[in-house]
């Protein structure tokens, strides 16, 4: 049913029952202004120089959760390494998450390969978002920034950039996160979304987020689309999105054993795919609050009894749902380790996460403690 909309001369936005219940639809003027704003604004990237899927598909993984300026080292030199979807699908577990290591959240290197073995083996590269969706790993916003950029899909694709662009032109007061406030945004811009155009409309929504329409200090005076805005319009612009309070992230323990060899080199074991760093090498470890309690569980991870050796040194790490605060006790094997790899702590030429990378850096430039 077509809402019977009311045009707010002042912000452009049509309002369809009381303000605010986010009843509310965008002026499809908005998407002229912004494709020609995108034409003259675009960010040089290099996944924008190819509709090629396999490369729009890499970057928009690295791009979950990662800026731009990180990723792009990162897109790169994992193209150098896997330049097409044969090259990535044929590649061993090890040296995706070596190529990936540093850029964090684990979880989408081991989804991307897994989907690429899919795609190879059954020979079937999906066109639409639905198709995407079936990948492992693939979530909605991914599978629509693909589809509408590789393929031209009709279909919008909203990350968290977009979204707050999307709430603060129609001007949404409900708390974020909200899956009601996620669907009105999502349903507003299919409404004005220039058929033919998603890739670059999505593009441009991505872009706009980025650089002007900023989380703090909204660059409300050089916007395109700030004749169509409802939050510029009331002046809320540096207010919206509201957030939900969020709970406190919890604190927990873990207790790592540093184990060196003779030249000084450390031990490693890889974790199991079912943790967080699955399949990546880090030191052995165990949640524990203190060394009394870990050691048993840690001589069976590396299989050796281990007698501590001077005091502990401490390091802290946020993961996305906690904050892990590492013990890392240096720790004498009564015998060589019956599991594990020692490797040179600054060059481990294994896949090795990067809190763990940048700890291992900080013991490459101490002195041995002792023979
Ligand atoms: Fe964002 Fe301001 Fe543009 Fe509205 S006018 S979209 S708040 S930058």
């Known amino acids: 049913m077509a809402l019977a909309n009311r045009v707010s001369p002042k912000s452009g936005v049509r309002r369809a029952g009381s303000g605010g219940s986010g009843k509310v639809a965008l002026d499809p003027r908005l998407a002229g202004s912004l494709l020609r704003w995108y034409a003259r604004h675009r960010r040089n990237l290099p996944w924008r120089r190819t509709r090629d899927p396999y490369r729009v598909w890499v970057a928009e993984v690295m791009l979950q959760q990662t800026r731009v300026e990180t990723v792009v080292p990162y897109y790169l030199r994992f193209l150098r390494a896997f330049p097409t979807m044969r090259a990535l699908a044929g590649a061993s577990q090890e ?117 002007t329409c900023l989380l703090r200090n909204p660059k409300c005076g050089v916007c395109p689309v700030r004749p169509f805005c409802a939050a510029h319009a009331q002046g809320v612009a540096g207010e919206l999105p509201r957030r939900r309070a969020s709970r406190p992230r919890p604190h927990r323990q873990f207790v790592a054993a540093l184990i060196r060899d003779q030249r000084g080199r450390v031990l490693l074991v890889r974790q199991p795919p079912d943790r967080v760093w699955g399949g990546l090498w880090t030191l052995p470890y165990v949640e524990a609050p203190s060394w009394r309690r870990a050691r048993a569980a840690l001589q069976r991870l590396v299989a050796v009894r281990l007698q501590p050796d001077g005091a502990p040194l401490r390091f802290e790490h946020a993961f996305t749902h906690f904050r892990a605060h590492f013990l890392v006790q240096t720790a004498r094997p009564e015998s060589p380790p019956g599991r594990g790899r020692f490797a040179p702590p600054r060059r481990p030429g294994l896949p090795v996460p990067a809190p763990v990378r940048r700890l291992l850096a900080r013991l490459g430039k101490q002195p041995q403690q002792r023979e």
């Open 95 to 211: 040296a995706v998450l070596r190529a990936w290591a540093g850029l964090g959240y684990y979880a989408r290197a081991r989804n991307l390969l897994r989907a690429a073995r899919r795609i190879v083996r059954t020979g079937r590269l999906p066109t639409t978002a639905e198709g995407w969706r079936r990948l492992p790993g693939v979530g909605p916003y991914t599978a629509a920034a693909v589809a509408s950029i590789a393929f031209g899909q009709d279909v919008v694709a909203v990350d968290g950039n977009v979204l707050r662009v999307g709430v603060r032109l129609l001007g949404l007061r409900k708390p974020c996160p909200d899956p009601a406030v996620r669907r009105t945004v999502e349903a507003a811009l299919r409404v004005v979304l220039p058929a033919g155009r998603a890739g670059e409309f999505n593009q441009a929504l991505m872009d706009l987020g980025a650089t």
